[in-house]
């Protein structure tokens, strides 16, 4: 039959009997599909004959969709209350009440009996509350009216340069190279090709007949070690080629490796 799906071990059934799949899809053949590794797609099981005994999953899988964020300009997913992460931060910090304390305009704090965190301490310490003192903040004022925050970019605070200007969606755009369709990491390559890109344009040891990549001072990581320990010099335990990194006593001196290995004390001097 055109449009017919092959047959799948239907998990209902003690006997598992092979039977074509019903317009329903429950846990249990969900979880028989994760388990198994069983090609099952869209809203659909294994039953035509009979209704399927198993409880019909909550969610319908053939329409599920990304959300966005509902705030103007933003393409971030969705985290909360249609809101990404950020704006959604924005919106709960609009909405904590100020502190009850008169002349106090810091919002209230979690479980603080409505004061703001500075006057709970003052409340738990058991001490007449008194007005804070003033923090002293450091630039320009928010360049909107009635916000005290510092400005931090643009002359305007965190919260304010959210929703001024909305971030953009670094995961929306692709690979550049060619024939690739995952999301750019940076400089406009995803993760894998961003990485030979690096590799390709770092520069290789001064040492001769050294191609490794540049780690300091214009050498690899092996050579650069090795200059090290040439300047510090070596590790006193006999057989050990490291450079000198800690000093464990005032008259023999050991690498870290070599003391985290084993537990090497220099003998005392006899008495």
């Not at 006997?15 to 809203?43: M, Y």
């Not at 007449?128 to 003192?133: A, H």
């Given at each position: 039959m055109p449009g017919q799906q092959d047959p799948v071990t239907c998990v209902a059934d003690?006997?598992?009997?092979?039977?074509?799949?019903?317009?329903?899809?429950?846990?249990?053949?969900?979880?028989?599909?994760?388990?198994?590794?069983?090609?099952?797609?869209?809203?659909?099981?294994?039953?035509?004959?009979?209704?399927?005994?198993?409880?019909?999953?909550?969610?319908d899988w053939?329409?599920?969709?990304?959300?966005?964020?509902?705030?103007?300009g933003c393409k971030?997913?969705?985290?909360?209350?249609?809101?990404?992460?950020?704006?959604?931060?924005?919106?709960?910090?609009?909405?904590?009440?100020?502190?009850?304390?008169?002349?106090?305009?810091n919002h209230a704090a979690l479980h603080s009996n409505g004061l703001c965190s500075g006057h709970e301490q003052q409340r738990r310490r058991g001490v007449?509350?008194?007005?804070?003192?003033?923090?002293?903040r450091r630039g320009t004022p928010c360049a909107v009216e009635d916000c005290s925050s510092a400005a931090r970019a643009r002359g305007l605070c965190g919260e304010?340069?959210?929703?001024?200007?909305?971030?953009?969606?670094?995961?929306?755009?692709?690979?550049?190279?060619?024939?690739?369709?995952?999301?750019?990491?940076?400089?406009?390559?995803?993760?894998?090709h961003h990485t030979e890109y690096?590799?390709?344009?770092?520069?290789?040891?001064?040492?001769?007949?050294?191609?490794?990549?540049?780690?300091?001072r214009s050498r690899c990581n092996q050579h650069y070690k090795e200059d090290l320990a040439r300047e510090r010099g070596l590790c006193s335990i006999a057989g050990c080629s490291n450079g000198i990194h800690r000093v464990k006593s005032t008259e023999v001196v050991y690498d870290v490796r070599c003391v985290m290995l084993r537990v090497v004390r220099p003998s005392r001097p006899a008495s």
């Open positions: 003690a006997a598992h009997e092979v039977r074509q799949r019903c317009a329903r899809f429950s846990h249990g053949h969900l979880l028989d599909h994760l388990v198994h590794g069983r090609n099952v797609h869209s809203s659909q099981n294994v039953h035509t004959d009979y209704s399927c005994p198993l409880p019909a999953s909550p969610i053939s329409t599920m969709t990304i959300s966005y964020c509902t705030h103007d971030r997913r969705v985290a909360r209350e249609s809101l990404c992460e950020r704006h959604w931060k924005v919106r709960a910090r609009q909405r904590t009440p100020k502190c009850t304390f008169e002349q106090c305009e007449k509350l008194q007005p804070l003192r003033q923090r002293l304010h340069f959210v929703e001024t200007y909305p971030l953009p969606d670094s995961a929306t755009v692709d690979c550049v190279r060619e024939g690739c369709s995952k999301p750019s990491k940076a400089r406009g390559l995803c993760a894998g690096s590799r390709a344009i770092a520069a290789e040891c001064s040492v001769d007949n050294c191609a490794a990549p540049v780690c300091a």
